[in-house]
């Protein structure tokens, strides 16, 4: 035998061997393939379920026709079973078939482990997000009510189709809900890439959880994967943003503005305000002032002022002739108004706002947008309740009085009665129910009822 013979033997064997030994592995992928899907043996596709757990009394559940024929999921749902899914075969489904596979890929290995689910998971979840980074206009349901986007159990709701979006608000008008579908460029027209977007005014909204597509075959996904939180550098301790505020007053304001009555709706709407309300206590707030005196702005975006500073501040007039101090959760709102009108805006705490309100008679949170309006009252109320339970946990301690008591009796609303806003207009009984009330006050008017019931 020669040593050609020998070598050129050896080298056969390993290649017969390989070949084998793949053989093996694609006949165990084949078997282990077919034995996932009899395990999934008898369970049908997904289907589209309801846009809403709620209902109408006498009525059933909005339930849209389904965007995927059974032929084309007989074509597509099969890719689960796959040991890894080509991103080539991605590009061709449409958005209703991704999340068709989405959908299946989770509620298949709900009932039965699949080998391949979480790197799946994965690149068809990165597809999603991609495809959304990538949209140059999302369609958004806005709350007529709020004139926010529609927030439902801390999610909003975007469709990449805007005809889709138009059937789910009408849906949801069967609900007494008036929602509209708005127009949301990624980024604003002449912006450049790197300007802030609709995602990143989301986070001034403390939205950061996302359905898309629902009333089809729908996802979730966080604000926060598709861009980042605004970064403000140095900033940021001086801008306040309030994100979690924002959220909570959309929240209250959507509820308490539903035209519709339901078991203990009364307790969910004080829920929710009392929620709103703590938040609102814990936060830092633009307030527009114009003074006369010394001033000198702090690290964290306060104004110190001395004893011969004089303030001056805005005020907004109601109807009734009523008082209200306005104040800002971010410069997003303050923008709106006071970023233009020569007023400057200092940084305060909820606390320290409660010392200018002696002549007033109450906050308006945000004016130009929810208009949260907070009665002195009831404020003042809140912080006495407040300083007992911490006067209560630190026995022997004194609460802390105001270092400008003098400086703030002298703000008063004469000081810029040529500044006064006017209050949307509100009807005669509106304002006689908001004087028999201490409750957190909104400009909403008055709405015919209706019988909601939860579906169990």
């Given at each position: 035998?020669?040593l050609?013979?020998?070598?050129?033997?050896?080298?056969?064997k390993?290649?017969e061997?390989?070949a084998?030994?793949?053989?093996?592995k694609?006949?165990?992928?084949?078997?282990?393939?077919?034995?996932?899907i009899?395990?999934?043996e008898?369970?049908?596709?997904?289907h589209?379920?309801?846009?809403s757990?709620?209902?109408t009394?006498?009525?059933?559940?909005d339930?849209?026709?389904?965007?995927?024929s059974?032929e084309?999921?007989?074509?597509?749902?099969?890719?689960?079973y796959e040991?890894?899914i080509?991103?080539d075969t991605?590009?061709f489904?449409?958005?209703?078939?991704?999340?068709?596979?989405?959908?299946?890929?989770?509620?298949y290995?709900?009932?039965?482990?699949?080998?391949g689910f979480?790197?799946?998971?994965?690149?068809?979840y990165?597809?999603?997000l991609?495809?959304?980074?990538?949209a140059?206009?999302?369609?958004?349901l806005y709350?007529?009510?709020t004139?926010?986007?529609f927030?439902?159990?801390?999610?909003?709701?975007?469709y990449?189709e805007k005809?889709i979006?138009?059937?789910?608000?009408?849906a949801y008008?069967?609900q007494?809900?008036k929602?509209?579908v708005?127009?949301?460029?990624?980024v604003?027209?002449?912006a450049?890439?790197?300007?802030?977007g609709?995602?990143?005014y989301?986070?001034?909204l403390?939205?950061?959880r996302?359905?898309?597509d629902n009333?089809r075959y729908?996802a979730?996904f966080?604000?926060?994967e598709?861009?980042?939180?605004?970064?403000?550098g140095q900033?940021?301790k001086?801008?306040?943003?309030?994100p979690?505020?924002r959220?909570a007053?959309?929240?209250?304001?959507?509820?308490?503005?539903?035209?519709?009555?339901?078991?203990?709706?009364?307790q969910?709407v004080?829920?929710?305000?009392a929620?709103?309300?703590?938040?609102?206590?814990?936060?830092?707030?633009i307030?527009?002032?114009?003074?006369?005196g010394p001033a000198e702005?702090?690290?964290?975006?306060?104004?110190?002022?001395?004893k011969d500073?004089?303030?001056?501040?805005?005020?907004?007039k109601?109807?009734n002739?009523k008082?209200f101090?306005?104040?800002?959760?971010?410069?997003?709102?303050f923008?709106k108004?006071?970023?233009?009108?020569?007023?400057?805006?200092?940084?305060?705490?909820?606390?320290d706002?409660?010392?200018?309100?002696?002549d007033?008679?109450g906050?308006a949170i945000?004016?130009?947008?929810?208009?949260i309006m907070?009665?002195?009252d009831?404020?003042?109320?809140?912080e006495?309740a407040s300083r007992?339970?911490?006067?209560?946990?630190?026995a022997?301690?004194?609460?802390n009085?105001a270092?400008?008591?003098?400086i703030i009796?002298?703000?008063?609303?004469?000081?810029?009665?040529?500044?006064?806003i006017?209050?949307?207009?509100?009807t005669?009984d509106?304002d006689e129910a908001?004087?028999?009330t201490?409750?957190?006050?909104?400009s909403?008017?008055?709405?015919?009822?209706?019988d909601?019931t939860?579906?169990?």
């Open positions: 035998m020669g050609f013979d020998l070598f050129g033997g050896n080298k056969k390993e290649e061997a390989a084998l030994a793949e053989k093996r694609e006949e165990e992928a084949i078997k282990e393939k077919e034995d996932q009899a395990a999934h008898g369970l049908e596709w997904p589209p379920v309801p846009i757990r709620i209902r009394q006498g009525e059933e559940p339930v849209f026709e389904d965007p995927v059974q084309r999921k007989d074509e597509i749902g099969p890719l689960i040991e890894k080509g991103l991605l590009k489904l449409t958005l209703p078939e991704l999340l068709f596979v989405l959908t299946t890929l989770e509620y290995n709900s009932k039965g482990k699949l080998k979480s790197e799946n998971h994965r690149i068809l990165n597809e999603l991609n495809r959304v980074r990538d140059k206009m999302i369609y958004c709350d007529d009510a004139k926010f986007p927030i439902e159990n801390g999610f909003a709701y975007i990449l005809e979006a138009q059937q789910v608000a009408a008008g069967k007494y809900r929602l509209t708005k127009d949301c460029p990624a604003p027209e002449g450049e890439s790197t300007d802030r609709f995602f990143d989301l986070y001034y403390g939205i950061e996302i359905i898309i009333g729908r979730r966080s604000r926060s598709i861009v980042a939180p605004p970064d403000f900033d940021q001086k801008a306040p943003m309030n979690q505020l959220l007053m959309l929240d209250f304001l959507s509820e308490a503005r539903w035209p519709v009555k339901y078991e203990k709706r009364a969910v004080q829920t929710k305000e929620r709103m309300v703590a938040l609102a206590r814990a936060g830092r707030y307030v527009p002032i114009q003074h006369e702005m702090m690290s964290d975006g306060r104004i110190k002022f001395n500073t004089k303030l001056r501040f805005p005020v907004m109601t109807n002739g008082l101090l306005p104040i800002f959760t971010d410069g997003i709102e923008s108004k006071f970023g233009r009108e020569g007023f400057e805006g200092a940084v305060f705490r909820f606390s706002i409660l010392r200018f309100v002696q007033k008679d906050l945000n004016p130009m947008g929810e208009n907070l009665p002195k009831k404020m003042m109320a809140l006495a007992m339970m911490a006067e209560s946990k630190n022997g301690k004194t609460v009085e270092n400008a008591q003098d009796k002298r703000a008063s609303a004469e000081d810029v009665a040529d500044k006064i006017q209050m949307p207009k509100r005669h509106a908001s004087e028999k201490n409750s957190t006050q909104t909403d008017s008055s709405v015919e009822a209706a909601i939860p579906e169990n």
